[in-house]
């Protein structure tokens, strides 16, 4: 299951789908990303940075994409980088869904 990272959401399909797996929604991660950005103008690089990450032929290479991404976001913009980081179990749980 992918969603939103709404905690009343994630405990209901953790309630009504028991063993489900669940995945944080990329497209709503990448606009929390995007918004420590900053400021307005580095905001498309934080989403196309991070974009990346999922743009991988395999689970390991998904894995070391973050690893770049977060690292190159540190140097930069370390909120964002913090905010992906946060967020890193619950991108990567299903990095096979493309």
Known sequence: M???AHRGLVE????TLPGATWQRCRTHELAGSAGHGGHVGSS???ATLVRTIFDQPD???????????TEALARKLPEAADHLETAREDLLALPHFR
């Open 2 to 4: 992918i969603s939103a």
């Open 12 to 15: 209901a399909i953790e309630e």
């Open 44 to 46: 498309p690089w934080v």
């Open 59 to 69: 689970a390991n290479e998904v894995e070391a994409q973050f690893q770049r991404v």
